[in-house]
């Protein structure tokens, strides 16, 4: 393939995605919720939780496979949101996750305890904190490296879908031993299989990523290679009902794969696509991590309180229950609403505004409790590199005066739709 086909074909590649993920996003209120906090805040003065639907409420209709109950609840407070996530066994993602679970087959998202325990446990060690200098190192920077210096030195670039859409798939890709260069198709399966295409086209992506991936498997399986997560988890044993061990099967290390594919190619790029619109905006953010590369730390943090990218998580209730003084039946869904819990006024102080001085507490927009984001280490390491490799590679950066002001919209998922700037 010659040099003009190979641009060709990455340009049809990113067209392809960015459709995906609108079709996607449009199902979840894009370009038809913007702002969501204002009428949460309306909300929040009937209480902590309240018994809506908040797709309904925002008149969006549920996505395919959305948990549906007679009783709907939203939690909104911070510690509401918290209760929730820390009770997996009141609050079961089990029972929320068939739709998906018949899909992807074995995933930890949809597991309750102790099953979600014990598989989780065999993935921890890939994500933990003193792995992430590997990851850095081996898969990371030459990624970062290799789609900087494919950006023009000069002019207008969409930093969206030419940088941020891009590391965070690569990246997890890499560690699951799949070529780099292989790893932009990953970006649209995962967008299919999450709802960014039809029926036909999710089943075909799924498809698509467990032929890629199989013979992987079984190259570790021959080898004993545990060198990459797809290695490690290879190598792992898990017990079942009747307590005897076995390795994992083919179907539980690709449910794993589903679900690291889907949380390293959506959020961590949203995330970073509304920390560079914020410290592009805001040129006195971007002098003043140029001055003190450690200010990139409260940046990302506040960045994640502010405006995470995944607004709510459901849940079922499994009994009789009670949060924050509301009585919630058994069987009710419940929605913990992430971004409401990180904007709690009686938490934060202007909790409205993005400020990355204020006093660093802990937020929500990695969940909490059992099913607390096994990739968090790795989102923060990623969104802190990319952005210091990024202001390495230019001068300047802004934002391109000429195209729209990138807003976010959406309402489960939230996310703007390019990064138009021009470098120099």
Known sequence: MTTTDQQGDRASRH????????????????????????????????????EIDVSAHFGIAPMPGQPTSEH???AIGYDAVEQVFRDNVTFSSAAVGSVVAQKWGANILFMDEPE???????????????????????WLQPILTDLLAALPDEGRT???HEYCALFPVKTIASAFGIAPDDAERYHEWVLHMSGGGTPDQAIEAVQHIADSLRPIIEDRRATGNDD???GLLAGSEVADAAGTMHRLTETEILGFAYLMLTAGAGTTYRTFG??????????????????????????VEETLRWSPP??????????????????????SVVSAMVGA????????????????DRERLPHVAFGNGPHFCIGNQLARMELRNALTALLDRYDSIELDPEEPYPETSGLRFRQIEGLPVVVG
Request: glycine share 4%; aromatic share 10%; proline share 7%.
């Open 158 to 160: 969409d930093l969206y």
């Open 274 to 299: 509304f920390l560079l619109r914020e410290v592009i905006a805001n040129q006195e953010l971007l002098a003043r991590v140029r001055r003190d590369p450690d200010f990139v730390v409260p940046l």
């Open 341 to 356: 819990a990180n904007r709690d006024p009686a938490r934060w102080d202007r909790p409205h505004e993005f400020d990355p």
């Open 310 to 331: 995944v607004l709510f998580f459901d849940r079922m209730a499994m009994v009789d229950t009670e949060v924050a003084g509301v009585r919630i039946p058994a069987g």
């Open 72 to 74: 709907t609840f939203t």
């Open 15 to 50: 067209a392809a995605v960015r459709e995906a993920e609108l079709q996607r996003n449009i199902a979840s209120g894009a370009r038809l919720v913007f702002d969501p906090y204002p009428v949460i805040d309306e909300l929040r003065e009937h209480g902590a939780v309240v």
């Open 116 to 138: 979600h325990r014990t598989y989780r446990a065999l993935a921890q060690p890939a994500f933990a904190i003193k792995t992430m200098q590997s990851w850095e190192d081996r």
């Open 228 to 230: 990459d997560v797809i």
